[in-house]
């Protein structure tokens, strides 16, 4: 296993435009999170599921943000109607229920709206 | 929800100099307590972990003691080393129980060692 994957590494978008970003955890962790961190700042907690059911959102994740994970594996973050303020990394981690050792994060998805 | 302090930076230090970051939290019941590094262009990772409390989480020369009665888990190193310059991140989350609880982080402290 590589690791968590995230893609695109980069996505410049303009602003209104939609945009979509996908995380593939590590194979056998049922729990994938989102995560925003803008310059200078700790990492945000938007999201996290726990197989395919979404069990938490943060009250940053506006309605303009959904994320899914239709299978249990991989899952999509998509922004709708982008704005300057999201401009951001995105962060994508995976770890097992029960675990006590933390989350393995993917490299991230670096958004600027133009 | 769970919140942290963590020390300002950016911090400046020789090689070989001794390290610390302060870190204080506040959460309810006993939550996990973990320190992740990010280098320059890279993502987060794993440094330490500890996991109830007068545990303490050590990995490359770093260590943390989870102190309960002060709430707080300060990182150490004894002589750091120009390969340590990267933003660290004082984390409380989950629990040891392994319910669900997500990680919250202070705002980072930026580590420069000169040579």
């Known amino acids: 296993d590589t690791g968590v994957s995230q893609d695109p590494r980069h996505k410049i978008t303009k602003r209104g435009q939609n945009v979509t970003f996908r995380c593939d955890p590590i194979?056998?962790?049922?729990?994938l999170y989102w995560y925003r961190q803008t310059l200078g700042q700790g990492p945000e907690f938007l999201t996290y599921?726990?197989?395919?059911?979404?069990?938490?959102k943060s009250r940053l994740l506006s309605d303009r943000f959904s994320a899914e994970r239709p299978k249990g594996s991989f899952s999509t973050l998509e922004i709708q109607r982008t704005e300057q303020g999201d401009s951001a990394m995105y962060l994508c981690?995976?770890?097992?229920?029960?675990?006590?050792?933390?989350?393995?994060f993917g490299s991230g998805t670096r958004l600027t709206v133009v | 929800g769970d919140s942290v302090t963590q020390m300002e930076g950016p911090v400046t230090l020789s090689e070989e100099a001794f390290l610390t970051i302060n870190c204080t939290y506040t959460?309810?019941?006993?939550?996990?307590l973990f320190w992740y590094v990010q280098y320059p262009g890279e993502g987060l990772q794993l440094l330490l972990k500890?996991?109830?409390?007068?545990d303490k989480g050590s990995n490359k020369g770093f260590e943390a003691t989870y102190r309960k009665e002060t709430t707080s888990f300060h990182l150490e190193k004894g002589s750091v080393q120009v390969s340590d310059s990267a933003v660290y991140f004082c984390?409380?989350?989950?629990?040891?129980?392994?319910?669900?609880?997500?990680?919250?982080f202070g705002s980072g402290t930026q580590l420069t060692v000169l040579p």
């Open positions: 981690a995976s770890s097992l229920a029960a675990e006590k050792g933390g989350y393995t």
């Open positions: 194979s056998e962790h049922n729990r």
């Open positions: 599921f726990q197989n395919e059911a979404q069990l938490e």
């Open positions: 959460a309810t019941g006993y939550p996990s």
């Open positions: 500890a996991t109830k409390a007068d």
């Open positions: 984390a409380p989350g989950g629990s040891s129980s392994g319910s669900a609880r997500q990680l919250t």
